[in-house]
């Protein structure tokens, strides 16, 4: 950077003056030269700490201004106004506020883990408030800030002139702890930036008098003594991977979490108590993005947000909604809101006056060399002073010794100054007791020789002003005992000047003396077992099976599947849920609690979602709209719900196959569905598949190669084919192929997966010849393998029309075609029946339930409804009036979760 102003310097006295006296130089070169002049100036005096104070120049200033205005710890307030005036007017000429907000900040106890200033008045709040006008306030150094302008009067460090020369600036304080890691520091300069995170004083201590006695100690070393930061705030501190990258290469993050617990309210209401917040969090906004995350349906469960903080510290209260999930709600809140905020770190302080990055071992080395320098000039300021008062004392000493001789003298001389040339003339014999004294105490040996000693004008001045009591045999003792006092401090300087091992014993034994004064427990917790920050919610819900209803309107819940009781074919029913505005539930089925779902919605979109995000509901509610879980537009209506398998390794082995009413097929890997952009699929939803006008997404299922694709109708046909054959789409935005021929206004009204069976149709159809109970029975040809095969794999097709008229029928009169065809009869539809609903494949331990267009429900066994030949017409399940119609049917099957 220097070569570079040089060069450009160089550069622009090439172009010579013209004849008026102008110098016209290079806009480009003068603009760098500018620039680099100024972002130095913003490193080096403005935004970048000093390693040593671990201060700013406007920090330093306003401590240093203070201290020269006596405004210490044990003296009384100052108006902040005074002090800022003080500062703007002698160190700092910039405005008023900047320096006002500086100083306040070192009065923050949520800003700083150790104040600087003892603020008394409204310094401001972690809500953001801001602080009273200076006028009203008042302040003076904080006490620990006496050991970073202690021995400011020593010749400790160097001093500059201000910016008008009237008066002079320390060029930094003589900091007796590191109070760059103590108190840490944010800035931005150019090009740059610092962000060092706040520590506790004891462990910073402890790690600096253990490097001292140990240089060899690694930055793994010094982390096991400091742990990690320790913000004012308080908090949980997460990733100790990211303290230790801080820590090795001065650049790295950690995740602060705040400290919460739980509170009951009542029997079954819980609240979350939040202690501490994270470090620079604002408080107010914090409750703002809680309430906003809240009012979103973001987070649901939460019925109240109160803030009962006071001066005891903070104090946050969001109370649940009954039989809610605590824990997820609060780990909803660590992901959603700043409760839970990352600390980027960037140690970046001026070395020698250059901006360096630095790592801890670095930081607390350049620190003890500092503290060094600054006990070596201290030393040798206390060396000099203790000389120059044993150097008088010497004097009295040598004054006792010839009393007569020196009255005599003053009584021969004409005034005073003849006196004291009288007594530096005058060579004094010594003894060999004294003669050592002086080889201690002189700078240099001039006033010696020979044995004799003659006396300097400092000594004779001295002797001249000594009152007669002073010639006291008491007095003499006592300036005896004063000498040996002041050579005692001599030889302790000397000692430590001359001795490595005796300075650093002092330095220590002065930082010891602040941590016993100063030292704190940690605010910050640092958990040893780190918590996964890719939390997974769903092993605090317990696994359960529950029936999830999706209304034609859009409104969705979900209910345990106990509180469903079974009732026999030709029951009436109950009431399911309330129904209004012609509402009535269009998708019932049957999931566990860990289940993931696919949603698929009228406009060909895919959005993922929890089944237990869903709300929970009775029987009788109607639950919430869909649009406040998912981002569904107002006209988008969903259309399919695919529960996907809760081991996400079996997503892999399955194909995904869509169907619309217009009897288009697409067949894709799963994988390429449920993983394509997880995030957008929760946030904003994907496009699924590419759809015809007025065509709709009737069905969407799993599959598998070894299966067969079953579509029905709604005249009653049905058409069964290999998966197999269904060629494997690789995108999503294809319209895929045909998989029925409808004829006049039929459309295809479900979609189902069967089980393929390779034996040859010929045997099947001897297989069938058989009723169901012998062929259930084995009382077909039981030594046939064929037969036993057949057994063992044979599925049934419940059939149910909008009237309530069903049956079963055995999958293995439904030949396997191409697809493509019109398909046969699968039930046969009448005006009495009206128009089937859906057909798909059911166990003899299933059941069945069957909603209406009125809101009623019933849940009927599966064994109770008849098994009918493929083209009968069925019997009557439900029994519903004739204004109602059944608009959903779904089967409920057991979850095995083991």
Request: charge should be positive.
């Amino acid at each position: 950077m220097k070569s570079d102003i040089e060069k450009n310097k160089k550069e622009d006295n090439q172009i010579p003056p013209n004849k008026t006296g102008i110098t016209s130089v290079s806009l480009e070169n003068e603009m760098r030269k500018s620039y680099l002049d100024y972002a130095m100036s913003v490193i080096v005096a403005r935004s970048v700490p000093d390693i040593r104070d671990g201060l700013k120049p406007v920090h330093r200033r306003i401590l240093y201004s203070m201290n020269e205005s006596n405004y210490v710890f044990n003296k009384p307030y100052r108006k902040s106004a005074r002090i800022v005036g003080d500062v703007m007017g002698k160190y700092h000429p910039h405005g008023d506020a900047a320096i006002y907000d500086a100083m306040v900040r070192m009065a923050q106890d949520f800003s700083m883990r150790l104040e600087l200033i003892d603020g008394q008045g409204n310094f401001g709040s972690m809500d953001g408030d801001p602080p009273a006008a200076m006028r009203y306030t008042e302040a003076r150094l904080a006490k620990i800030a006496n050991y970073l302008v202690d021995d400011l009067d020593k010749e400790t460090v160097d001093f500059n002139a201000n910016y008008d020369e009237t008066a002079f600036e320390p060029v930094v304080l003589p900091a007796k702890y590191p109070n760059i890691l103590i108190n840490g520091a944010v800035g931005i300069a150019v090009g740059m930036a610092t962000s060092i995170p706040p520590h506790n004083l004891r462990e910073v201590i402890d790690a600096t008098i253990a490097l001292i006695e140990n240089n060899n100690l690694s930055v793994s070393d010094l982390n096991k003594i400091i742990k990690g930061p320790d913000f004012p705030t308080g908090g949980i501190i997460l990733n100790k991977e990211g303290i230790k990258s801080t820590y090795e290469t001065g650049r790295g993050s950690c995740t602060i979490r705040s400290k919460t617990s739980f509170e009951d309210i009542n029997k079954d209401k819980k609240a979350i108590i939040i202690h501490e917040i994270p470090f620079q969090v604002n408080k107010s906004r914090l409750l703002e993005k809680i309430a906003e995350t809240v009012n979103n349906k973001i987070i649901e469960g939460v019925s109240d947000i109160r803030d009962e903080s006071d001066r005891k510290g903070v104090r946050i209260v969001i109370e649940l909604k009954r039989d809610v999930e605590h824990e997820i709600i609060l780990n909803k809140l660590f992901k959603f809101t700043p409760l839970q905020s990352t600390f980027s770190s960037n140690i970046l302080a001026l070395n020698d006056g250059k901006p360096e990055q630095l790592n801890l071992k670095q930081i607390l080395n350049a620190f003890i060399v500092f503290r060094k320098k600054i006990i070596t000039k201290r030393t040798i300021f206390n060396l000099n002073q203790s000389r120059k008062k044993a150097h008088v004392l010497i004097g009295f000493v040598i004054s006792n010794l010839n009393l007569d001789k020196i009255l005599n003298l003053i009584r021969k001389s004409k005034n005073t100054s003849e006196a004291k040339k009288a007594l530096m003339n005058e060579k004094w014999r010594l003894g060999e007791d004294i003669i050592e004294l002086v080889k201690l105490i002189e700078n240099n040996e001039e006033n010696l020789v020979s044995s004799k000693y003659s006396l300097s004008e400092e000594q004779s001045k001295a002797i001249l002003e000594l009152r007669l009591h002073r010639l006291t045999s008491l007095e003499r003792e006592e300036i005896k005992t004063d000498l040996n006092k002041v050579i005692k401090e001599i030889n302790n300087y000397l000692e430590i000047l001359n001795s490595d091992e005796i300075l650093f014993k002092k330095m220590k034994e002065e930082m010891n003396i602040i941590k016993e004064e100063f030292s704190t427990e940690r605010k910050s917790i640092i958990l040893e077992n780190q918590p996964d920050e890719n939390y997974d919610e769903i092993k605090y819900i317990q696994k359960e099976d529950i029936v999830i209803t999706l209304s034609h309107r859009g409104y969705i819940k979900r209910v345990p599947l106990k509180n469903y009781k079974s009732q026999k074919r030709g029951g009436k029913g109950r009431t399911g849920m309330a129904t209004r505005d012609n509402d009535f539930v269009s998708q019932i089925f049957v999931v566990s609690t860990h289940t993931k779902l696919l949603i698929f919605s009228s406009f060909g979109k895919v959005y993922s979602l929890n089944s237990y995000d869903i709300p929970e509901g009775s029987l009788q509610s109607r639950g919430k709209p869909i649009i406040n879980i998912l981002p569904i537009k107002n006209d988008e209506i969903v259309s399919a719900v695919v529960p996907l398998p809760i081991n996400e390794e079996e997503w892999n082995k399955l194909y995904i196959m869509f169907a619309t009413s217009f009897g288009m097929i697409r067949k894709n890997k799963l994988i390429d569905v449920a993983k394509s952009g997880q995030q957008s699929l929760r946030e904003s939803g994907k496009t699924a598949i590419k759809l015809n006008k007025d065509d709709k997404l009737i069905g969407v299922n799993l599959c598998r190669d070894v299966e067969d694709t079953f579509l029905s109708t709604t005249d009653g046909k049905c058409l069964r084919f290999p998966i197999a054959k269904i060629r494997l789409h690789q995108g999503l935005m294809s319209k895929g192929v045909k998989g029925i021929k409808l004829k006049d206004k039929n459309k295809v009204i479900s979609m189902c997966t069967l089980i393929h069976s390779k034996i040859d149709i010929s045997i099947r159809k001897e297989f069938l010849k058989y009723s169901s109970g012998m062929r259930k029975d084995n009382k077909t040809n039981g030594e046939n393998s064929d037969f036993i095969e057949l057994r063992k794999q044979e599925e049934f097709i419940f059939s149910i029309t909008s009237k309530g008229i069903g049956k079963r029928s055995s999958a293995y009169e439904y030949r396997i075609a191409n697809r493509g065809g019109y398909g046969i009869t699968g039930i046969i539809k009448t005006n009495k029946s009206g128009d089937v609903i859906n057909s798909f494949p059911v166990e003899n331990d299933d059941e069945i339930i069957l909603v209406t267009n009125g809101g009623k429900i019933i849940r009927i066994p599966v064994k109770d409804v008849r098994i009918a030949g493929r083209s009968t017409k069925g019997v009557s399940i439900f029994k519903i009036p004739d204004t109602e119609e059944i608009v959903s049917v779904t089967k409920v099957k057991l979850l095995d979760y083991e």
